[in-house]
T-cell receptor, first 111, second 114 residues
Framework: SQQGEEDPQALSIQEGENATMNCSYK?????LQWYRQNSGRGLVHLIL?????REKHSGRLRVTLDTSKKSSSLLITASRAADTASYFC???????????FGKGNQVVVIP | EAQVTQNPRYLITVTGKKLTVTCSQN?????MSWYRQDPGLGLRQIYY???????DKGDVPEGYKVSRKEKRNFPLILESPSPNQTSLYFC?????????????FGSGTRLTVV
C-alpha cells in the first residue's frame, strides 16, 4: 500500500523559529493530509490539500503539494512550545479507499 | 460534541482471552477504520468500513475481526490475542466524498497481552 514518508524524522527548534517538514509518496493521490499527535494521544487533523491544489494555509500552517515530484511540505511559522508533537502525513490514493500514514516526524520546540 | 469514543483506554489481558474494543462516533460518518501504532512502524491500518455491512482488510488484518452492524459503531475483536498484538490502537472516522476527508480519531486504547 502507498505510504507517505516524512523527512526529517526529528527536528528540534527554538520557539519563534519556523519548522518545515517534508513528505514524499509513490502513487497518484486524491488528497494529502497532515496530522498532529501529542505524546500517545489521538491524532488531530490539521489540513487537507487536494491533488489539484498547490498551496494551502490554515493559521500558522502552510502546506504545499507538488504532484510532479510526489511530495508535500508542512511549514509551521513562529513555532510555540505547544507545537511540540509528532506530525504525520497521510495520503488518500485514487481508487484505494484507504488513508495511509507515514511514520511521523517528531518536532520539539524549545521555549 | 463531535467525537469518536473508544473503550477501554487501557487493557491488560492474557494470551488467548477474547476481547472487544468498542468504537462509536456521533458524526454520521460513513467511513470508519482501525489502526495500530507501534514504535518505528507508524500507523498501520487493520480494517476499514465504507458503510454499514461493508468492511475490508487493511495492511495488518491477521488476528482481528470487525463488524459494522450500525453506522455509528465499529468494534474491533481479538478472538485469541497474542503478545504481538500488544500495541496502541486507534479508531477513526471520516466523511466520504471525493476521497476520504479528514479523520476524527478516538483517544486510543493501549493494549497489553501477556
Amino acid at each position: 500500500s502507498q505510504q507517505g514518508e516524512e523527512d526529517p524524522q526529528a527536528l528540534s527548534i527554538q520557539e519563534g523559529e519556523n519548522a518545515t517538514m517534508n513528505c514524499s509518496y509513490k502513487t497518484s493521490i486524491n488528497n494529502l493530509q497532515w496530522y498532529r499527535q501529542n505524546s500517545g494521544r489521538g491524532l488531530v487533523h490539521l489540513i487537507l490539500i487536494r491533488s489539484n491544489e498547490r498551496e494551502k494555509h490554515s493559521g500558522r500552517l502552510r502546506v504545499t503539494l507538488d504532484t510532479s515530484k510526489k511530495s508535500s511540505s508542512l511549514l509551521i511559522t513562529a513555532s510555540r512550545a505547544a507545537d511540540t508533537a509528532s506530525y504525520f502525513c497521510a495520503t488518500d490514493a485514487w481508487g484505494n479507499n484507504r488513508l495511509a500514514f507515514g511514520k511521523g516526524n517528531q518536532v520539539v520546540v524549545i521555549p | 460534541e463531535a467525537q469518536v469514543t473508544q473503550n477501554p483506554r487501557y487493557l491488560i489481558t492474557v494470551t488467548g482471552k477474547k476481547l472487544t474494543v468498542t468504537c462509536s462516533q456521533n458524526m454520521n460518518h460513513e467511513y470508519m477504520s482501525w489502526y495500530r501504532q507501534d514504535p518505528g512502524l507508524g500507523l498501520r491500518q487493520i480494517y476499514y468500513s465504507m458503510n454499514v455491512e461493508v468492511t475490508d482488510k487493511g495492511d495488518v488484518p491477521e488476528g482481528y475481526k470487525v463488524s459494522r452492524k450500525e453506522k455509528r459503531n465499529f468494534p474491533l475483536i481479538l478472538e485469541s490475542p497474542s503478545p504481538n498484538q500488544t500495541s496502541l490502537y486507534f479508531c477513526a472516522s471520516s466523511l466520504l466524498g471525493e476521497g476520504i476527508y479528514g479523520y476524527t480519531f478516538g483517544s486510543g486504547t493501549r493494549l497489553t497481552v501477556v
